[in-house]
T-cell receptor
Framework: GESVGLHLPTLSVQEGDNSIINCAYS??????FIWYKQESGKGPQFIID?????DKRQGQRVTVLLNKTVKHLSLQIAATQPGDSAVYFC?????????????FGTGTLLAVQP | DGGITQSPKYLFRKEGQNVTLSCEQN?????MYWYRQDPGQGLRLIYY???????QKGDIAEGYSVSREKKESFPLTVTSAQKNPTAFYLC?????????????FGDGTRLSIL
């Protein structure tokens, strides 16, 4: 299949372990953040989002943490499975309150070892 | 099933040729977007449309054109003026700027030069 990114940071984990993927954002005025998962040859798939009035948000097996002080966002995946192997990237909104102008990170490749 | 459909999945362009990428959505979304993805880089916004018959340039609009004659359709034309068109093109949509909803993506079109 096609590669969606070359020379990406890679996180290698064992099946069943927890994964933590990090993202640093640049704009202190950004107030909306999203995590996407992208499998090879496919479009990005929405995972979870968070607004700046929250520090933490949980979904199914995933948790997003937001630290506005250091402009840092993380995605935690519990009990990582082989199907979680993909490129994960964060996006921030560049205009307050708007979801139309997103700035995307370059991504992290998550490799799950069986 | 509701979703975003991009076609074709693979497209080849000859020198001096314009090509058009299709994006159709049946989600009744007002807003649609076109992004370009290159290896090792984040998604970059080409054009976006918040409503029918209206669209705005994104960060890398040169060499591209769009139309939004129907709510469900937002085709992208890669013109001969785009000198480096080889990339993975992604279309996205969301209900609109004030909807507080994330963008959802199609599965992309990979464009290559013959």
């Amino acid at each position: 299949g096609e590669s969606v990114g070359l020379h990406l940071p890679t996180l290698s984990v064992q099946e069943g372990d927890n994964s933590i993927i990090n993202c640093a954002y640049s704009n202190s005025a950004s107030d909306y953040f999203i995590w996407y998962k992208q499998e090879s040859g496919k479009g990005p798939q929405f995972i979870i989002d968070i607004r700046s009035n929250m520090d933490k948000r949980q979904g199914q097996r995933v948790t997003v943490l937001l630290n506005k002080t250091v402009k840092h966002l993380s995605l935690q995946i519990a009990a990582t499975q082989p199907g979680d192997s993909a490129v994960y990237f964060c996006a921030e909104s560049s205009e307050s309150g708007a979801t139309n102008k997103l700035i995307f990170g370059t991504g992290t490749l998550l490799a799950v070892q069986p | 099933d509701g979703g975003i459909t991009q076609s074709p999945k693979y497209l080849f362009r000859k020198e001096g040729q314009n090509v058009t990428l299709s994006c159709e959505q049946n989600l009744n979304h007002d807003a649609m977007y076109w992004y370009r993805q290159d290896p090792g880089q984040g998604l970059r916004l080409i054009y976006y449309s918040q409503i029918v018959n209206d669209f705005q340039k994104g960060d890398i609009a040169e060499g591209y054109s769009v139309s939004r004659e129907k709510k469900e359709s937002f085709p992208l034309t890669v013109t001969s003026a785009q000198k480096n068109p080889t990339a993975f093109y992604l279309c996205a949509s969301n209900p609109g700027q004030d909807s507080n909803q994330p963008q959802h993506f199609g599965d992309g079109t990979r464009l290559s030069i013959l």
